[in-house]
């Protein structure tokens, strides 16, 4: 009889347990689909649409007002210029159809992808750790709305699920996006014309942000005003091409053939150019703040006026380099070649120069205060009017150069060559002399 009793208590904690976690079932299915329903409401009503409606609505009256407005005439005249250019009604409406359709598939996977893809998907991966129990059967009409709404939610996750594994967009093929852009449209903004051939092309004021162009052939291609914001450009070729006043932050241009490129008022700001040929460039009053430079060609290139800071050009090559005027404070030239480069009135001010090549270098009015110039060989170097207050010159070969004017003001000059240096009207107060003694 005791065993009869405690196999029956032991029955009904079982259904009581049963009971409470199918109680718990039931509220989180309600509240997974109340979920779905807000997130599905959200959908049907997001500000997208009703910027298409009006869109639409704007095209419902251009397309009466050519087909049933005043006049009997079949062709809308535009002025161009100051001359009268004939459109085709046809035509026009052709292409303002297309543009709506484009408008439409972008605001349709924007939503999907910021709405349902960041709620439903973390929702519905909590639901999987839910025991069920098949106890009694919850009403058909809730399991019905449940099932449904948590199959259309289940699809479109793994549409995004597979976009998402399949990110890299095919190749777009050449003639259809040059046609597009002729078009007048001009935001191709992720796109993938890696390898592709646009050399020669005119594509000014076009939006490539994040787009792939690895290994593309630009050869003098016209990128003017251009947005070409994280594009990769590896390896590709643009040799002459036209990127002058374009935005390239974080732009990867890493071994790129960027020969005689003009790149004039461009934002180079984060850009990789490590490896990169820029021999003959025309880099003036350009933005290459915090830019890796490593390793590049810049031989022979037009670099006046740039913003170089905090910029990293160790080992780059900047023989013959003209950077009059421009900015290197606080950049790593750690074994740069500057031979016979051109460095008047730049600011080096914190710059690392270890192990540079500095043979023949201008630095007349250059700003080289606190530099660490020890040991290096500056022979023959023109240093006239230029700042090395508080410089490091120890053991410095300085034979020949001229310091006429230069301030030399508690400069370290322990040990230095100085024979042959033009040292007149240098300022040397508080500076250390080679023989080791202070210049009053």
């Not at 009889?1 to 009581?16: G, V």
């Not at 967009?169 to 903004?189: A, H, Q």
């Not at 150069?401 to 322990?414: G, I, P, Q, T, V």
Request: aromatic fraction near 4%.
């Amino acid at each position: 009889m005791s065993e009869q009793k405690f196999d029956l208590a032991s029955l009904a904690a079982k259904i009581e347990k049963l009971e409470q976690e199918q109680s718990a079932f039931k509220q989180h299915l309600l509240k997974l689909k109340r979920l779905l329903d807000n997130l599905i409401e959200e959908f049907k009503n997001r500000p997208e649409l009703q910027q298409l409606e009006s869109l639409q609505r704007e095209f419902e009256e251009l397309r009466n007002s050519v087909n049933g407005g005043a006049g009997a005439s079949n062709v809308i005249n535009t002025s161009k210029t100051e001359e009268s250019v004939s459109v085709n009604p046809d035509d026009e409406l052709d292409r303002i159809n297309r543009e709506l359709e484009r408008i439409d598939r972008k605001l349709r996977e924007e939503q999907i992808k910021q709405s349902l893809s960041n709620k439903s998907q973390s929702s519905l991966a909590a639901s999987t750790d839910t025991k069920v129990v098949n106890i009694q059967p919850i009403s058909e009409e809730v399991v019905a709305n449940v099932v449904s709404n948590a199959n259309l939610a289940v699809d479109e996750n793994e549409n995004i699920s597979d976009s998402t594994e399949n990110s890299e967009e095919p190749v777009m093929n050449v003639e259809e996006f040059l046609k597009r852009y002729k078009e007048g449209e001009r935001d191709f903004t992720g796109i993938n014309l890696a390898g592709v051939d646009l050399s020669g092309k005119s594509l000014v004021g076009i939006n490539l942000n994040g787009a792939n162009l690895q290994g593309s052939n630009l050869i003098e291609t016209d990128l003017n005003d251009a947005w070409l914001i994280e594009v990769n450009f590896s390896n590709a070729n643009l040799t002459k091409a036209k990127l002058q006043r374009t935005k390239l932050l974080d732009t990867n241009l890493s071994k790129a053939n960027l020969t005689e490129t003009s790149f004039y008022g461009a934002n180079l700001t984060g850009a990789d150019l490590s490896g990169a040929n820029l021999s003959s460039a025309r880099l003036e009053s350009t933005n290459l703040t915090t830019a890796n430079l490593s390793g590049s060609n810049l031989t022979k290139t037009y670099l006046v006026g740039a913003n170089l800071t905090t910029s990293t050009l160790t080992s780059a090559n900047l023989s013959g380099a003209d950077l009059r005027s421009a900015n290197l404070n606080g950049a790593d030239l750690y074994k740069a070649k500057l031979t016979q480069a051109n460095l008047s009135s730049t600011n080096l001010s914190g710059a690392n120069l270890s192990e540079v090549s500095l043979v023949g270098v201008n630095f007349n009015g250059a700003n080289l205060s606190g530099v660490n110039l020890s040991g290096v060989n500056i022979c023959g170097g023109s240093f006239s009017s230029s700042n090395l207050s508080n410089a490091n010159l120890t053991s410095t070969d300085l034979r020949g150069a001229n310091l006429s004017y230069a301030n030399l003001e508690k400069a370290n000059l322990k040990a230095a060559k100085v024979t042959g240096v033009n040292l007149e009207n240098a300022k040397l107060s508080g500076a250390i002399m080679p023989d080791g003694t202070t210049h009053e």
